[in-house]
């Protein structure tokens, strides 16, 4: 398996900092009937972070990281272009191991049916990946803890408490649903099948 950690980004820079900056992108919604605006903290070098301006329309191509000192995922720019003419983007992906099985929560009144896949790349690193209607009802069938995952979409920052009760944010995919698959299903054997089997064999 090719693991597969990338974003790509273009919008308008809010804010600029000592290690990044905040820019803000704008696109459709998947049935274009509702605009989706997201503000990302973006870590960058030096030299890029002396090319932007606030104010200014860039794109960026980059990957999920960690901060060390939080543990917490971030935005890293590779490749920064200043002024950039064009529309806004907003993508990320991953290709990687599923952490746990999919967490499928089904329709309730006005919300419609979602699911979770945590993914897991060699280095560690983890990322949610948030699957809607049809989607979910295939990765609900298909993927089990070490499954290779697929997940290409909309990089959205959300707000949640965490276990000490401070609010605090964590990147997630929502994934495309021409994009996100399960690429390779793992059976899962109970272990004390496999127990019973190495009894036999003794």
Known sequence: MEEKNRIMLAGVVLEKGKTGIKMETSELSFDGNEEYS????????SG???????????????E????????????EAKIVTPNYIGEDVNKGE????????FQFFPAITDKQAFGNVI????????????????????????CTT?????????????????????????????????FTNVLKSVELVNPFDEADDVAEAI
């Open 38 to 45: 997201h503000i990302h903290p973006v870590e960058m070098s």
């Open 119 to 142: 993914v897991r790349l060699e280095s560690g690193l983890m990322v949610r990946g948030v699957c809607f209607v049809p989607t979910c009802h295939r990765f609900v069938r298909e």
């Open 48 to 62: 890029d972070l002396k090319a932007v301006k606030k104010g200014m329309k860039i794109r960026v191509f980059g």
């Open 94 to 101: 991953l290709v990687g191991k599923a952490h746990r099985s």
């Open 146 to 178: 070490g499954s290779t995952v697929q997940i290409l979409g909309r990089v959205q920052h959300r707000d949640y408490y965490d276990r000490a009760g401070d609010l605090t944010q964590m990147i997630e995919i929502v994934g495309d649903d021409d």
């Open 64 to 75: 999920f990281g960690r901060d060390e000192e939080t543990r917490r995922t971030r935005i």
